[in-house]
């Protein structure tokens, strides 16, 4: 399968990296994944994990529906997804939504195409490489943050909500699915 090509936004190339004064917040953690919340739709979502595994950003069927977005705004994908344990998960369709990243006073805004799937999930979205690679961020579970250039030139640091990512990560171990692949079947 080919997924459509997009120009990536023109984002300064910076240095990103992490330091020892990126850990001075952190909670001592037992590999928590880095779970943080964006605008999307003019509602801001969280429970957001930053899923460097996946080659799909995806956005869950019950968020899609707690969003009030309309089955006729879902763009048909005529691809397959599979799962962490090579099971088929339902695809609804995609949708192109504007979606803000935010801390403190900086803020970056991009188009993603997220799939809309119909599984459980203890997250609302899951960002993948096309979306971290779209707007050039890092992320560091050890430091839990993501890092990501402004269109100014700055370096937005994004901090993950530890205590979600704890619940959330707990959470998806009772789920059966993850989305980790994008697929077609030959």
């Given at each position: 399968m080919?997924?459509?090509a997009?120009?990536?936004?023109?984002?300064?190339?910076?240095?990103?990296?992490?330091?020892?004064?990126?850990?001075?917040?952190?909670?001592?953690?037992?590999?928590?994944p880095?779970?943080?919340?964006?605008?999307?739709?003019?509602?801001?979502?969280h429970?957001v994990?930053?899923?460097?595994?996946?080659?799909?950003?995806v956005?869950?069927?019950?968020?899609?529906?707690?969003?009030?977005?309309?089955?006729?705004?879902l763009?048909?994908?005529d691809?397959?997804l599979?799962?962490?344990?090579?099971?088929?998960?339902?695809?609804r369709?995609h949708?192109?939504?504007r979606?803000?990243?935010?801390?403190?006073?900086?803020?970056?805004?991009?188009s993603?195409?997220?799939l809309?799937?119909?599984?459980?999930?203890a997250?609302?979205i899951l960002?993948?490489?096309?979306?971290?690679?779209r707007?050039?961020?890092?992320?560091?579970?050890?430091h839990?943050?993501m890092?990501?250039p402004?269109?100014?030139?700055?370096?937005?640091?994004?901090?993950?909500d530890?205590?979600?990512?704890?619940?959330?990560y707990?959470?998806?171990?009772?789920t059966k699915?993850?989305?980790?692949?994008i697929?077609?079947?030959?």
């Amino acid at each position: 399968m080919i997924v459509e090509a997009r120009e990536p936004d023109q984002s300064p190339e910076l240095d990103l990296y992490f330091t020892k004064v990126d850990l001075q917040d952190v909670v001592p953690h037992d590999n928590d994944p880095v779970v943080i919340s964006v605008v999307t739709f003019g509602r801001r979502v969280h429970r957001v994990l930053i899923d460097q595994g996946s080659s799909a950003d995806v956005m869950f069927w019950l968020t899609f529906n707690k969003l009030q977005l309309l089955p006729n705004q879902l763009r048909p994908y005529d691809g397959c997804l599979y799962g962490f344990a090579r099971d088929q998960v339902e695809v609804r369709g995609h949708v192109e939504l504007r979606t803000t990243f935010t801390y403190d006073t900086t803020s970056r805004t991009v188009s993603i195409r997220y799939l809309v799937i119909n599984a459980p999930s203890a997250y609302n979205i899951l960002l993948g490489r096309p979306a971290l690679n779209r707007i050039g961020a890092v992320a560091s579970t050890r430091h839990m943050k993501m890092k990501l250039p402004s269109l100014e030139g700055a370096i937005t640091t994004i901090k993950s909500d530890q205590k979600a990512a704890k619940k959330c990560y707990q959470n998806s171990l009772k789920t059966k699915r993850g989305v980790c692949l994008i697929t077609s079947q030959p």
